[in-house]
């Protein structure tokens, strides 16, 4: 037997184990070149490619914009009294980028219940502008002083949340004026999609309603802010750069605040309008609106209660003075112009006048049930004659009546600067009633019409200007709340009626206050003055009532337009004595 050396086994076995440490040290090598190639890609991934947005994540960190909001302009009235301004008040403000997103549930969940605004609302404020933005938001304005010290016990356990000053609009005479003017409020998504190209941003205090809104541009001014270098605790190192904020312009508005007051006295807790207007050109003196609203309370975060309120019956956020409603008897202004106008009745017809007129079938009654006699228009205006102005409408035809409607303004907007809030009415035509109704244009529509009834709509702006255009001779204003020096002609165009037409509405309306329905005019306390009253059936709720009149007679400065909603009386009795009472306080200011 041949026996095989200890030794040559041993040479085996080590050769085997060398082969495979070999291996080893090759895999080995393969895998760190691998994690070398990964390191060196990922290194010039960042450099090369994420170089600007490492750069700007970490900018972030460093650098604070601490925008500042421009001062809006104030709102005076036409004596320069102050009707908006603005005062300082605490604002709650959050920084995103003070807090990793995870750590900002606790911090929402503690400021929830110091302020007592739900959790849900803090954290889609801060999702909207995002975890990662360099800018505050604000989540609570008009702080109060209870809440600031809750806020600043807590300041450990509340990083990222700043009470800071800022300015609030603020409206000294409360509800005074308070559709003229409206109110600001915070911008939100849908604000947006129109304003972001204005350079609007989420929370952004916007003019929402009136002269807020309608003059927003000159109102804002421009955002100025400052840029800043802070540490990792939020402290401010050094200020990189600062742009002034440009405050508002101021608006001059042609509203007298001490007529507008007496207005809001004499309409009391009725629900309705008072418009008062310089005749010559269409600035607004004045416009009452009852029920009216507190244009402070858009200053701070509104209660779930508050806008019930403003929300419930009476609708105190809708302007009267700017609706349509069924202008009554006031109407008559037009009827006689487009009677006169037309040539197919001279100026001095006269007509008998009956306790009813039929047409089509319907009887269609004088107010009185009596009728007045032989009447032609002066004493057809006077004593408001329902059966005299039938009978004009059946002689004219709906054609013209509706076209000398539209051309006093009647169905269209009226230029005021209101526009986004106003009713351009309804002045109804055949085509209308088609295609509303599905029935063509009666005579009976004319009939109404001729009465300011049936289908047409008028605000008591529109009204207005029907009333001053037999008071400056002729013209019809386009009314404006913004004062300027422009002269009368600028706000008005001419319509072209005949010097026999206008004497005719003149004379008629001044009979109107002597021996006629408006009577409660009549007084010593005011100059010659004249009008029209009128009352609106509104079945099965109580009637409307109206007076629209001008004074002095002979050269007049102002008319006045009263409009009570379902109020019920006749526009003698409830809607005439309160413009006797607005009257009275433009003359008497005047006299100071």
Same mark, same amino acid.
């Given at each position: 037997?041949t ?7 041993s ?5 085997r ?12 090598g ?17 450099q ?6 490492s ?14 909001q &421009?001062g ?24 995103p980028? %003070? ?18 605004? &739900?959790?849900?609302?803090?954290? %889609? ?7 990662e ?5 604000r989540?609570a304005?008009?702080?109060?002083? =209870? ?9 450990? %356990?509340?990083?990222?949340? $700043? ?20 109110? #600001?409020? =915070? #911008?939100?998504?849908?604000?947006l999609?129109?304003? @972001? ?13 009136? !002269? ?8 804002r ?21 600062? @742009?002034a ?16 007051k007496?207005?809001? $006295? ?22 009452a ?21 403003l ?6 956020? !809708? ?16 009827? #006689? ?9 001279? &100026? ?6 009956? &306790? ?6 319907i @009887?269609?009654?004088d ?17 408001s004659?329902?059966?005299f102005f ?12 509706i ?13 005021i ?6 009713a ?12 509303e109704?599905?029935?063509e ?6 009939i109404?019409?001729?009465?300011g ?12 200007i029907?009333?001053?255009?037999p008071a400056?001779?002729?013209? @019809? ?8 020096? =422009? ?23 001044r ?11 009549n007084?010593t ?21 109206w007076?629209?009149?001008y004074?002095?007679?002979? $050269? ?37």
């Amino acid at each position: 037997m041949t026996l095989t050396p200890f030794s040559s086994v041993s040479s085996r076995s080590v050769n085997r184990n060398v082969g495979k440490s070999s291996q080893a040290l090759v895999v080995m090598g393969i895998v760190t070149l691998m994690m070398l190639i990964g390191i060196g890609s990922r290194l010039a991934y960042l450099q090369l490619y994420q170089t600007e947005q490492s750069r700007q994540e970490a900018e972030n960190n460093r650098v604070r914009l601490l925008p500042k909001q &421009p001062g809006r302009g104030n709102i005076f009235d036409r004596n320069g009294k102050l009707l908006a301004s603005s005062r300082l008040s605490r604002a709650v403000f959050l920084w995103p980028l %003070e807090q990793e997103p995870h750590e900002w549930p606790a911090t929402l969940k503690r400021l929830s219940k110091l302020l007592n605004i &739900p959790e849900a609302e803090l954290k %889609e404020r801060l999702e909207k502008v995002g975890y990662e933005s360099p800018l505050p938001v604000r989540v609570a304005r008009g702080l109060g002083a =209870e809440h600031a010290t809750a806020l600043e016990e807590y300041a450990v %356990e509340l990083k990222g949340v $700043k009470v800071d000053v800022e300015a609030i609009r603020y409206y000294p005479h409360n509800k005074s004026a308070a559709h003229i003017l409206g109110y #600001t409020g =915070e #911008t939100n998504d849908r604000d947006l999609t129109t304003l @972001k190209e204005r350079g609007y941003r989420l929370g952004d205090i916007i003019g929402q309603m009136g !002269v807020e809104a309608a003059f927003e541009k000159k109102l804002r001014g421009e955002w100025g802010g400052q840029e800043v270098e802070v540490d990792s605790t939020g402290q401010i190192l050094r200020t990189l750069g600062e @742009k002034a904020a440009k405050a508002g312009q101021d608006v001059h508005l042609t509203i007298d605040l001490e007529l507008q007051k007496a207005a809001e $006295k004499a309409l009391g807790n009725y629900k309705g309008a008072v418009v008062a207007m310089d005749p010559n050109n269409g600035a607004v003196f004045a416009m009452a609106s009852y029920p009216a609203f507190d244009p402070n309370v858009f200053s701070g975060r509104i209660s779930d209660r508050s806008w019930a309120e403003l929300q419930g019956e009476g609708h105190p956020f !809708v302007n009267r003075a700017i609706q349509g409603f069924p202008p009554a008897s006031t109407f008559k202004i037009v009827t #006689t112009a487009a009677a006169i106008e037309s040539g197919k009745y001279s &100026p001095y017809t006269v007509l008998p006048t009956y &306790p009813y007129v039929q047409a089509g079938g319907i @009887k269609f009654w004088d107010w009185n049930r009596a009728g007045f006699g032989p009447l032609g228009f002066v004493g057809a205006l006077a004593w408001s004659s329902d059966t005299f102005f039938y009978q004009i409408a059946m002689g004219i035809g709906g054609e013209i009546l509706i076209d000398w409607t539209r051309r006093f303004g009647f169905g269209s907007k009226t230029g005021i600067e209101l526009a986004s809030e106003e009713a351009a009415g309804l002045v109804a035509d055949d085509r209308w009633k088609r295609e509303e109704i599905g029935e063509e244009w009666l005579l009976g529509d004319t009939i109404n019409m001729s009465i300011g009834q049936g289908f047409l709509l008028a605000s008591p702006l529109q009204v207005a200007i029907m009333t001053a255009v037999p008071a400056n001779g002729g013209y @019809k204003v386009k009314p404006h709340l913004l004062k300027d020096d =422009e002269e009368s002609k600028s706000w008005r165009e001419s319509l072209e009626l005949q010097p026999e037409t206008v004497e005719i509405l003149r004379t008629g309306l001044r009979d109107v206050v002597i021996a006629g329905t408006g009577g409660a005019l009549n007084v010593t306390t005011l100059p010659p003055n004249a009008g029209k009253t009128g009352t609106a059936e509104d079945p099965p709720r109580l009637s409307h009532a109206w007076y629209g009149g001008y004074a002095p007679f002979d $050269k007049p400065e102002i008319v006045v337009v009263v409009f009570g909603e379902n109020t019920g009386g006749g526009g003698g009795s409830f809607a005439a004595p309160i413009a006797r009472e607005v009257m009275e306080a433009y003359f008497k200011n005047k006299k100071k």
